[in-house]
């Protein structure tokens, strides 16, 4: 039990997750500026300013670099992660959000009656490089003031 304890102590890992749940709590708080309505969905979902994913991975990373060397394997490892995590999130994700936004203009157009889709597939799930470089920023500052 003493080492799953140790989990709290996890700097690496507390970084990560405060990285995540900023931006996420970011979004919320982002929505209900522009839009005048809070939404709590924002906390959980994908997609939007700034990237959470994004943040996670390079809060990771900085914290692994940080903690073991920027010159160390694991720093490295948690790199590689990092970037191809933000490569997809900008490409391989944002492809498919926008695939799923003509796919449901067409069910529209056409009717679902021709394709028995139950609701509109969901578009917002990649990112813009901005949003993408908000995160990476974000993940930076808050794992730069959580170890020091």
């Not at 010159?71 to 490569?87: D, H, K, N, T």
């Not at 799923?100 to 009717?111: D, H, I, S, T, Y």
């Amino acid at each position: 039990m003493k080492g799953l304890i140790g989990i709290f102590d996890n700097k690496v890992l507390i970084s990560a997750l405060l990285s995540w749940f900023i931006a996420q709590l970011l979004k919320l708080i982002i929505t209900l500026i522009k839009e005048k309505e809070l939404d709590f969905t924002k906390m959980i979902a994908s997609g939007g300013m700034p990237s959470a994913h994004t943040a996670t991975v390079t809060a990771l990373a900085v914290s692994v670099g940080e903690l073991n060397g920027y010159e160390s394997p694991l720093f490295g490892i948690s790199l590689v992660f990092a970037l191809i995590v933000m490569y997809d999130a900008s490409g391989v994700r944002r492809a498919a959000g926008k695939q799923a936004q003509v796919l449901n203009k067409l069910v529209e157009q056409l009717g679902n009656k021709d394709f028995k889709i139950e609701g509109r597939l969901k578009e917002l799930i990649g990112h813009t490089p901005i949003e993408v470089f908000g995160g990476a920023i974000l993940g930076i500052v808050v794992t730069l003031l959580y170890l020091y």
